[in-house]
Structures are given as structure tokens and as C-alpha cells.
């Protein structure tokens, strides 16, 4: 039971000390557990709005493979091959993806049901990114605690901050079953025991960065960025002479533990030690092997010679370290660096060298809107921060101002690595807030406490801050806290006797008045106005800030890519449901071991819903592949047809907006087709054949031959101008392709024309298209000529029945034609 005693000498509330402690954890407790239910509610609109469905492209394998692995168990995932992927080569999956999610997803289901909980995985699947974004705000508080050495008002800021910017949303919303959904809270936690280690130069706390990084490596590709964060870090605090034996045994313990445990990924394997990734944490390890031993030489050489030494081992360790590391590379020993490397460096040099990677558009540059419309009003808070970091200078600070620069340049040329730099801003943001708040939500400065006595006899007295000071407190409350004056007034009915002793059962009570008055300092008022202004304004800030995070998050983070919502003229929601319809059609209406060939952006998708074998999808691993398909699309029916035929493909799946304006089509992907292909057979694939004379990119009867005769243009337009046939064909009208804003003319789009293929299915709003191969003639004539010869047969059949029809209308009385 907590005793609350009352001080009579100056009337003052006094409470022990640990349960002020209880209270203020009581509090933080309950304002982590609002930021958790924040974080996860605003993750819900897409489940509120649609329907619990997997989004996106890359979750829909990280999907099919957690179910793999619930199915079958750990053993036979790890050695899976997948032969209705990357047809006819298929794919060691196991050992060529980041088994991290997965593992997770199926730890929680098998949890689950042990406890009686027969969760579907689908549903864990889909909730799964929410759930963890309330553990990253966890370690964002202890992070940020760590790093201004236990200020919860800008560790909690931290928290609110991270659980709702949309930097980090734009990927952990529920559906968002991609790698990043767990990897985010991985990189936070790294950071945080990496920041508490160096700290503390604990093994232990290092042992835990290193577990905490083996997480990592299994769920992530974005591993390297600690990989090679960390020793930058070590480096920069080398360089400032503040290596001690707490960065040795943080820095060592983790390198040691964290590159054994990484290599037993199949997916990694013995990268940390042969890819010039990894070989600047290998690189730092051995400097700081280097720095101990002449730190060993200093104690015990003369300081001449010791200066000749140093320079002498530096240089033939400097001369050895780049010689080694370039002769290793040529010898094919340690792997060079990756085209992925050389895009962050070189914006342009995916476009030349690597079109395949420059075609994601993630991967493009970031808009310097982007960094508003995610970041709000953080993104001008940021530097705030970092300039606070700068005055305190600390190791932990020092990592900080590292993590920002970095962090904030690779968000520049990626704008997928926004999501690397949300984190960050989000600790600098609630460190600039923090310290705004503790300045200006502070009054005790403004308002100062004059006590006034009165006594019986009218003599009064007046007793300074200095006089009310609190007397030496008994033994028994000696830990207690004052936390508030509570005296309004006190009347006494004894003489006035100041110094009375009192015995064991009575006291002597003093007849006085005690009146607390407060009273403006010099300047007090222009203070109070300025506090209370920037104050309001940045709650304002904060209040626009949730508003923004919202509205984003809703409109335009919530929306799956396998359904598309639009608006009726009436204002409510339609909802456009062509691809699940499509892959669903494709499920039960198709042989099991049918061949789908389709742009790589959708083999995921159609491996997931439709469960049928596909020739490429979205691991990228095999350019040539890839461009073989885009061959396909971008070259004549003719050629197109033994293509296919070669990789036995039954089924070919368009993406065409043409009719809806729904501009993420194949269409406008077709380019980049073009390009892939290109780097493969330049003598037969040229991307200037499908730009004008004028260098226009024209779909409608003013585009190139190139563009005309190729196959994908073929399979999009296909009857498409039987859709406009009913509004005539004068100047005004036509064929209007919405999404690229042209028009093709009536006589035109009708005389486009397939010979190859056969349509067998086309979507309610013309998204998806869906045609069989046709089976050789058995003549053994060109499906062209065959076409051809079909239709001026067709042709030859209705102008005989037209002719018949008017012979017969000749042949009727005069009356009867009227």
C-alpha cells in the first residue's frame, strides 16, 4: 500500500519515489499501446475497404512459397524446385530466395494452432506486415533512446512518427507481403543493439547485433546496407580517435558471429567473404587488428621509431590490401561489383547497361515531391535533427548523422530506398521535436511562487523562495518526491509563538494566514506569447501531420494491384476486378500443365492465382529468358509463332487500358521489351523502328510497320474497333485508345487482324486478354496463309448470301419491298 504524507512546514504532497516511477511507466505503456493500435489501424484500410487478398506482384510468390513450406516442411522448401516457373529451365526456389518471411509466417501459424488458434496462413499472410510495424515503432523508442541517452519525450515522438509516415506504410500495409514487412523492424533492432553495444562494450549486446543481423540477412537483399554501414561507422570513429576497447569487442563480436551465422543462407552462402559487397566490414575488421598492434608497438618502441615503423608497415599493408583485392577480383576470387551497385552510383547506367533493371520503376530516381508526400512535415524536422546530433557529437550521434547522409542519398537516386531513409528521419524528426517542446512547453521560468503570511494580530509577514525552501525530510520518507504545493489557506487558533516545543500529545499550532500568489517576471509576457505560439504551431504541425499520413495511407497505399477501384456518376466505388477474373478463368478452364507466356510483371501473379507454369516472372534471375519473351511480343506474328512454339507455349496473357484508360498496360511497358530484346539481337530488334520519322511513339494509322505488324500491338487491338462500330466513322470519331490519347480510325482498327493465335478470352473491361496458340495446320501451311485463306473464303461467303439477299428483294412485288 503507498503511504502519501503531508509536509507541515511548507503544506507539500509527498509520495515515495518508485511510485512516480510506476506512473511514468504506466504512461508510456499506455501511449506505446495507442501508437501500436495507430500503427496497425491505419494498415487496415485496404482489408476494410476490399476484401483480406494479397497484393501487389512480388507477395503473391512469397505467398505460393510460405504455403510450399507449411505444406511440406523446412527440409523440402529449402531444396524445392519449382518446375511451373522460368519454363522450360525451372528453379532451384530454396536456394534462390530469402527464407526469412516465410520461416516467420509459418512459426506464427504452427504457434498458433498449438494454442488452439487454426488461423488460415492467408490471413497471417496478410496481416502480418501491420503486426510488425508496431514492433518496429518499439525499437524506433528504443533507438531513439539510446541515442539521446533516455529522452522519452523525443523517443515516444519517434515511435508516433515511424508508426504512421507513409515512407514506411507505402510498404507494410496489410496485403504487403513482401520482404520489406519484416525487414524494416530487423534493421531497426540491428541498429538499436549495434548503438547499445558500443555503448556498453558488451559481447552480449553485440552477440545480440549479430543475431539480430543473421534475421536480417534471411529476409533481405537490404542487408548490405548494415553490412557496409556499421564499419563506415567504426571507420569515421577511428578517424576521430575515439576507438576503445568498447568499438573492438562491439565491432568484432559482430562481424565474427554475424558473417558465420549469414553464410548459412543457401541464398548467401560464401558471399560475405567473396563479394566485394562485403569487403569493406572484412576490410575494417583488419584494420582494427592493425590498430591494436600499433597501439602495442607504441608501449613498447622509442617514439622515433615507432613513428618509422608505422610508416613503413602502413604502407606495405595499404600496397598489399589494394593489390590483393584487385588480383583477387581478376582471378575471379572475390565477385566484382553488381550492375545493381553501379545504378545506385550512376542513375543512368541501368538504362545502358541493364535495362532490366531500369524498367522497375521503383527503381527510378525519386521526384522531390515524393519526399513531402511521404515524409510530410518531417522532411524539413530532419536536418533539424542531425544539426542536434552534430552539437552533441556522441558515438551514437555520430552513427546518426552517418545513417542520414547515406540514407538520404540512396533514397535520392532509388525511390524504393525511401523506405531506408523513413526510419532515420523519423528519429531526427522526434528528436527536433522533443527538444522544441522541452523549451518551449516549459513555464516554470515564466511563473514564480510569493508566499504572504498574515497573522491574528495583523502583523504580517512575507517570506521569500529562499525562506520556503524544504526542511531536512524524516529518515522514513527520505526517498520520497514533493510534487505539488497544495496549501490554499491555513487558520491556527493558538498564540503566536514561532518557537513553541511540543510534547508527545499536544502541539502548539501558530495563528496564521498563508496566501500563495503568483506574479509575472520582468519580460514574462512577451515569453509566455512566444512559447504559446510555437507551441500551438507545432501541434497544429503534428495534428496536419496525422491528417496527411491518412489520407495518404487510404487513397493512395491501400489500393491492391489485382483489383482497381474507380467512382460511378453517382460517387460510389466500382470496382474493377478484370485480373482475378482473368487468372481465375485461366485456373478452370485451362489443362494444369498449360504454358502461359506473359510479361515478366505478372508470372507471380499467375503462378499464385492461377497456378498454371509460366515462362518468366518477377525474380529477374535470366536476362536472355526474359528478352526471348520480349522478342516475342515486339517481332512479327510469323516469327512470334516459333518462338513459342519452341518454349511449348499454349496460352499468351496481354495486359491492354486501351478501352478504360488504364495506363499500366503492356503497351506502355512495350518499350521496354524492345530495349531487353535489343541488348540480345540487336540486328533484328531496333527500338528506333517503333518511333515515326518525327520520333513520336504512335499506336493509332500513323505508327511504323514495326509497331503494326508486331505481336503484342496485334493482340491488343483485336477487335477493338468493333467496340466503337456503333458510333460511325466521321473525323471526330473512332477507335479512342484512352491511355495513350489517341485514336485509331474505324477502317483501320477493324482491319487489324490475328492468324496465329485465337482469342478465348477477353475481360469485362478489356484489361486482360487471353489467346490460345493454334495447333499446326495439318497441311502443314503457314497459320498466316491459312488465316488469309479463311478470310477471303469468309469474305467470298457474305457477299454471295448479301448478292442472294438483294435477288431475292428483287424477286418480291414492288409493295412488298416498301
Partial sequence: MVSILIDEQDGSIVVPSFFLKLIKSLLIISIFISISIAAISSRLFSVIRFESIIHEFDPWFNYRATKYLVKHGFNKFLNWFDDKTWYPLGRVTGGTLYPGLMVTSGVIKHFLNFVGLPIDIRNICVLLAPAFSSVTSLFIFFLTNEITDHNTTASLFSAIFMGITPGYISRSVAGSYDNEAIAITLLMATFYFWIKAIKLGSIFWGSLTSLFYFYMVSAWGGYVFITNLIPLHVFVLLLMGRFDHKVYVSYTTWYVLGTLMSMQIPFVGFLPIKSNDHMASFGVFGLLQLVLLASYFKSTLSAKSFKKVIYTFGAFVFI?????????????????????????????????????????????????????????????????????????????????????????????????????????????????????????????????????????????????????????????????????????????????????????????????????????????????????????????????????????????????????????????????????????????????????????????????MADRTTLVDNNTWNNTHIATVGRAMATTEEKSEEIMRSLDVDYILVIFGGLIGFSGDDLNKFLWMVRISEGIWPEEIRERSYFTDKGEYRIDDLATSAMRNSLLYKLSYYRFGEVYSSFGSGPTTGAADRSRNQRLSLDYAKSIQINSVEEVFTSENWIVRIYKLKDKDNFGRQLSKVGEFDRIMNDEKITKRNKKKMVNMDRKPSALRE
Fill in 320 to 608: 598489399l590490401g589494394i593489390t590483393g583485392l584487385v588480383a583477387a577480383t581478376h582471378l575471379g576470387l572475390i565477385a566484382p561489383w553488381t550492375g545493381r551497385f553501379y545504378s545506385l552510383w550512376d542513375t543512368n547506367y541501368a538504362k545502358v547497361h541493364i535495362p532490366i533493371i531500369a524498367s522497375v520503376s521503383e527503381h527510378q530516381p525519386t521526384p522531390w515531391s515524393a519526399f513531402y508526400f511521404d515524409l510530410n512535415f518531417l522532411i524539413w524536422l530532419f536536418p533539424v535533427g542531425v544539426w542536434l546530433c552534430f552539437n552533441d557529437l556522441s558515438n551514437q550521434s555520430v552513427f546518426v548523422i552517418i545513417y542520414s547522409v547515406l540514407g538520404s542519398y540512396f533514397a535520392g537516386v532509388m525511390i524504393r530506398l525511401m523506405l531506408t531513409l523513413a526510419p532515420i528521419v523519423c528519429v531526427c524528426g522526434g528528436i527536433a521535436v522533443g527538444k522544441i517542446f522541452e523549451v518551449y512547453l516549459n513555464i516554470k521560468d515564466i511563473l514564480t511562487n510569493e508566499i504572504k503570511g498574515i497573522s491574528n494580530n495583523n502583523s504580517g509577514f512575507s517570506e521569500s523562495n529562499e525562506s520556503t525552501k524544504k526542511s531536512k525530510k524524516n529518515q522514513n520518507i527520505s526517498s520520497a518526491s514533493t510534487i505539488a504545493t497544495t496549501t490554499a489557506t491555513t487558520t491556527t487558533t493558538n498564540n503566536t509563538n514561532s518557537n513553541t516545543t511540543t510534547n508527545a500529545n499536544t502541539k502548539n499550532k501558530k495563528t496564521s494566514e498563508i496566501v500563495h500568489t503568483f506574479s509575472f517576471n520582468k519580460d514574462t509576457l512577451f515569453q509566455s506569447l512566444t512559447k504559446l505560439l510555437v507551441s500551438g504551431t507545432f501541434i497544429f504541425y503534428l495534428w496536419f501531420y496525422v491528417h496527411h499520413c491518412t489520407w495518404v495511407t487510404s487513397n493512395a497505399y491501400s489500393s491492391p494491384s489485382v483489383v482497381l477501384a474507380s467512382r460511378n456518376p453517382d460517387g460510389s466505388q466500382h470496382l474493377i476486378d478484370d485480373y482475378r477474373e482473368a487468372y481465375y478463368w485461366l485456373r478452370m478452364n485451362t489443362p494444369e500443365d498449360s504454358k502461359v507466356m506473359a510479361w515478366w510483371d505478372y508470372g507471380y501473379q499467375i503462378g499464385g
